[in-house]
């Protein structure tokens, strides 16, 4: 999927988000680099049919593969900021980066101690990374919804996955 394929007018129509146990493996008193990679990259389809319904919350996405945010009502989401608090819907505006395991988020301002090191958690492109916490932000088309996961890993020990589905403005 490239960004073209999903150009367009997107609003919010559910959402919902799992605090899972974590399950990492401590290897010499650090988390196995690899399964916070592994929560990074990954995906969980039952979230698409559990997702509640919302709505509020708009995502444009542009031809040059740009976007931007805007929150129009009361959007029942949980919401990350850059430093992986939890707040009310904060939308911003970024590009998108196309890349093998599909298209991820990125904001076009981050502050500078939050600015994560590419490629050091397999394919995925993070979001932020302020050192405690690491958040991925990956699009995907199912069906006729765009399917936002977003994945949190925070202190290497906490793992949430925020799930925000939208459907295209006809």
Not at 111 to 122: C, D, F, H, R, T
Request: aromatic share 10%; net charge negative; charged share 25%.
């Amino acid at each position: 999927m490239t960004y073209q394929n999903i150009e367009g007018e997107w609003h919010l129509v559910a959402s919902t988000s799992i605090q899972a146990e974590s399950d990492l493996e401590f290897l010499e008193n650090s988390p196995d680099h690899s399964g916070i990679s592994n929560w990074l990259n990954g995906f969980d389809d039952k979230l698409i049919e559990e997702a509640q319904e919302t709505s509020g919350l708009v995502l444009c996405i542009k031809q040059d593969g740009s976007f931007t945010e805007e929150v129009t009502g009361n959007p029942n989401v949980y919401w990350f900021n850059d430093e992986g608090c939890l707040v009310d819907v904060t939308p911003f505006n970024g590009v998108l980066v196309d890349t093998e395991q599909g298209v991820y988020i990125k904001p076009t301002n981050i502050n500078k101690w939050a600015i994560p090191i590419e490629g050091a958690y397999g394919a995925c492109v993070l979001r932020y990374d302020d050192g405690d916490t690491k958040i991925t932000d990956h699009l995907r088309l199912v069906e006729k919804y765009l399917v936002r996961t977003v994945n949190v890993v925070t202190d290497e020990a906490y793992l949430d996955r925020v799930l925000i589905k939208y459907k295209r403005n006809s």
